[in-house]
């Protein structure tokens, strides 16, 4: 951690709908006007809030580039993903603060202010985490990358659980066909959410690489491949008997893929700026989220 | 293996549509017309493959229980897997013929007819497998098991891979509460098909057991559990943002279950009658189907 | 749970060492004076725990049959399983008291002083675990059984990870070949210990099934099988460079096997009785073990 | 691939001991006869392998240094393994040829004349591979590095499966204690090896990474931890009972490590340098070793 500039105009961006969040944003709103320049509070989220009344500026989501410099995303990973997308469109760092239990990206407490004032002044640590980009093209079609993934892309069968028949390419190099549920490609940053779940390697955040991990693979021998980050993955869907897919990144809505189209995925071209406070530990929150401070688990023989 | 009654009157079904499947029927037909006293085809079937002119009985599903003794499902075990809704309907033995690779379910090929003549004469090993039931009710209302499964029942969010949350009760006692993408309830036959990829065990064909895998849950711990086939499961789908579910059983088309509804599953009344031949033998299908045969896989460290 | 018989001559059975237990050892003594007809304590017990001057009978193991109906294992689940051995020897019942975190045996606090109590008086559920024997023979010889297990059988290579080779039959019908670093062969009880480790399923504890869960086995498509507790397991060690195995029960000191050496498995004549207090609930144990209870685990992905 | 220098002086390296591989390594080393300035054979490998008359130069292995361009590793990868350590000690290229299955590490059927020629004309891929070294210090001891591994290292109890207990630190940070039969620290070149077996996701070769895979961790939720190959790993047995370790490198004999000794783990300086064929393809191997091929392998649902 070195000392950096302060941040003296923030935007907060969350998606709580419901009114027992308002207390939160009080408290955490009072504090903010007294340290910073400007506190704005993002359209969409005044709209969905409903808070008190406030002193805060709203503020339209294209012009958050030019009057802030960070984007405090008050939320659950899940705020944080959706805040990531900000982030990257108007390249502005984001602070994470967890109402619920703490996550992997939203690691602050509200109720730590001085953290919060601490990181405000300029005591932080900022990562930089690698972002995937994906397009769907038909034949023939170039490739238009339209949307991005801090944590995964997921492809999947449109329907339920069903096998989807595809093949995929590394670097334009063969790899295998595959019949499976479908693959999550994720980050080191989403190695430690959906894709953990599907068997997954933990992968420590600033490695620049990408895992891809079978969902259901009928090939038991199937197992989770990490590559460069900067290896770019073709995804072919087979056509069996017109199975259609779904591309999903970070869980958002779907684009819909057809029989024979392709994915493909590369990384991003910026990253995602997080902060985090000075005592920010990465293998801490492994072990708070992962329950690895517990002592025992299983049953012993003794041994 | 003990000699049992020759088995005289037979139906093929088969949901194949393509033409080049003609010839092996024909081949098989002909065979099968020396030997039995009556040969018949599924009216579907026959509608469906398209048959060259042949002298065979077209007979209505409704009709099977009393003209036939022996259901023979012509396919892979996808098909056999329709055949056994049939067969429970009318109480009927399937003998399982398989065009491609031998499968699980069906495990004779086409041209082993010598093999099959020995099994219409009586020569042949009869074995019960258990079969799962389920249905879906909502506050009040009284369950009416209304779909069958051989292989399993897939508890998985409506649209494509994404969390449900759910609460497991065995026999009326709370098990746990689950956040996963679904849930797979497979009885020992199934346990070698999509359960398998899922990370469950592979059940002995005879056991009264039943096992529940769970679908990438959130929950890293979470892990399969096998209990008596004689209990009953119930799942509440909790009400997560409104989140619905499909059941699917054996993979065919899907019941919707909104939030807040109870799937309720249990051992079907029923068996499902599988013929195999003399020489059947369980654990060589396992090392063909899941490669066991072979001797080296992963590279060695010299140990 | 219904009332039975109370216990009214009970021997404390204990492996602990350490000086900090005696004061748990004192309150829980004076408690059960107070309701038993007599308390013994193990002689090995006594010499270990150097207690201060108490007023309990000492016992020799050979005598334990006359002399009690309840043995009282006080320590964690490995203790229970050394309990064990003399509650097969002398057939006698179990009830498992923990000094530290609750067990998946030893399921009562030492301060449960009316728990305990109850069950004394008779109000109880008793369970009855299945227990695996084994045997090693060399060609020709007939294979004595020798040892126990209420957990799990272990065989593993001699020394270190290093792989074995070995053929598995169940029945004598040949399952596979087998290069790994060994196999567990578990109970229900032992599904949720060392098995569990190794990616077994969670048995139902009475269920008359075993487990046989693969070592790091060179091929990846291994998977546990789960089979009828009535079938014989033979395991047939291959010559591969002379190297041996070991062959443990419930981790105890082990057995070795030489190159082409067979080992015999087979469900054990009698049962371990388990003595649980009335409010006993299995899947509370599993919830709590295997902190299924905490809300989230993994980062989510919105999803 | 780009045209390099030929290799004009070639050592042969093998363990082989039995007669029956004397055919292979006649008609081989009458083929490299032909092409080269000067063919070595090892001193050991002509001891074990007990060859007919031949014209070869035999070779201490403290000479291969300035004698040789290219070692010549004949046998399995195992094979390969040992000769890597020559290979960094004298700083030259291998090339694996391989008498049974083709390997991850030795790509070349001893009958492919024609591609061996072209390799020993400058037509090749070469690799360098990351290799790990380790030491083990007890208290106030400073760590003596002093032995490498190119597969991988691996903690196990003495003897058998056993619980140990350590703590693994990363760069100095505290990580998470773990309680399990011990540890595989692997690097990409390992990761298809035992780690594999063992849970660990497959690592592209050129990846600068390295994997830890615990081995039967009693806390389900462990993981495997891909980190940077430049992280310096600190693992420390804690004192459980005096359980002592084995530390191995490529499943070499090991070293004991005492219960509190320290085992330090890091990237050696040097890189086994791989020579394979113009036509080598990475993920051809991986297909072809772990059976991606086929088509079908879990039984199916229709789906």
Redo the contacts between chains.
Sequence with gaps: MTTSQPFKRIALISRHHNMDAAPVFTNLIKHLNKQSDIVYIQKKTAENLQLPPHNLSIIQDDTLANHCDLLLSVG???NF??TAQLALTHDLPILGINR??L???ADVYPHELEKITSVLDGNYIEEQRTVLTCAVSHTEQVATYCDTAL??I?L????????IEFEIM?NG?????Q????LIIATPT?S???A?????????P??N?V?LVP??????????????AD?TITIQLRNAGGVQA?I?C???P?ILMSACATLHIKKYEQTVRLIHPHDY?Y?QT??S????E??????????
């Design positions: 659950g990973d899940g993903l959706n619920g239990r996550g992997f990206l944590n995964e997921t999947s069968p449109k329907q339920g659980p069903k096998l590394i190099q063969f790899v295998c066909t019949r499976s549920d479908g989403g430690t959410a959906y953990l779940s599907g068997g997954g390697p933990i992968l420590y600033s490695l690489v895992v969902i259901f693979s009928h090939n038991l021998s199937s197992r989770p491949i990490v590559i460069n290896d779904h999903s970070d869980s958002r779907c530990n293998f492994l072990r989220k992962l329950h690895w517990s002592k025992e688990h299983v049953g012993t023989s003794a041994h």
